[in-house]
């Protein structure tokens, strides 16, 4: 696919590091322009360290290393008129948009913020999708590709059971998603725009790699490190692999984002190593 997105122009979210950073990289590399988003700032009910300034900066050096330009904005996918803002200085600056990459989540699990982190996972994984395509859409024409971050937990019954508030709110959120992606297709399907969802099993990135999530995965210990942690993880994937590159979600990005997928719409593209083989029936839920 060298060059297949050569002159097109990927609006990302979540972008200054994690699978956000490998997805404006992995896209750069093909030739697109990139306008990159990011909180930089933490979020209350998320114990682990949320993406800085810092970060967000590095994502764009290394952009433009690659030779591309690139527009950064520090905006909360939460705060629809700040996406639109971002969105709307992207295009003014690199002239046109042709892929959005709704990619922003957290993932608050752990009982200690009760409903609260309910609440948040909701609004920065559901609401904040939402946001950022609908302040994409008044910039896409026809060719343009839409791609939203689900999760292998919005195919999970009874999703993140051990998460407490904001583990249901994930789960809740991440299926949701999935409905959106299904239920947008259809509507654009007539304007030639896809809408194509990914959905990621165990990512090696910070949002996996923390200790609010070796916790989770190992209740018994009183401060498990990631070693103690990662044959839980790899205990959930039918492939012999502990983790997944967020490379390798990026590649899945590529593809709906480029013309290989133009008459791929409504996908739910499952990347997690047969995670979901157990609790599935050809495909569809068990």
């Excluded at 979020?43 to 360290?49: F, Q, R, V």
């Excluded at 099993?201 to 070796?214: A, K």
């Excluded at 008459?263 to 190593?273: D, N, R, S, W």
Aim: aromatic content about 4%; charged content about 20%.
């Amino acid at each position: 696919m060298a060059g297949s997105l050569q002159g097109k122009v990927a609006f990302i979210t979540g972008a200054a590091r994690g699978q956000g950073r490998s997805h404006a990289l992995r896209l750069a590399r093909e030739g697109a322009d990139v306008i990159a988003v990011d909180i930089c700032a933490q979020i209350g009910s998320t114990d682990y360290p949320m993406a800085t300034e810092e970060d967000l900066a590095e994502t764009a050096r290394q952009v433009e290393a690659l030779d591309r330009r690139v527009v950064t904005r520090i905006a909360d996918v939460r705060d629809r008129g700040r996406m639109i803002e971002a969105v709307d200085a992207g295009v003014a600056e690199l002239g046109r948009l042709d892929i959005v990459v709704a990619n922003a989540g957290i993932s608050p699990l752990g009982a200690q913020h009760g409903s609260r982190a309910w609440f948040d996972a909701v609004s920065v994984d559901l609401v904040g999708v939402i946001n950022t395509v609908e302040a994409a859409f008044g910039h896409l024409s026809a060719g343009a590709s839409i791609i939203c971050t689900g999760s292998m937990a919005a195919m999970m019954p009874g999703g993140v059971g051990a998460g407490g508030g904001g583990g249901a709110g994930y789960s809740f959120a991440k299926r949701e998603v999935a409905r959106f992606v299904h239920d947008l297709a259809g509507e654009l399907a007539g304007q030639s725009i896809r809408v194509n969802a990914v959905h990621p099993g165990n990512i090696d990135t910070p949002m996996l790699q923390n200790d609010m999530m070796y916790r989770m995965f190992r209740p018994d210990l009183e401060n498990p490190t990631r070693a103690d942690a990662e044959p839980g993880f790899a205990s959930m994937h039918r492939m012999p692999v502990t983790t997944l590159d967020a490379n390798d979600i990026s590649e899945a990005v590529l593809f709906l984002a480029s013309d290989a997928s133009r008459y791929v719409t409504g996908l739910q593209l499952k990347v997690e190593a047969g995670a979901l083989l157990g609790m599935s029936t050809a495909g569809a839920p068990g």
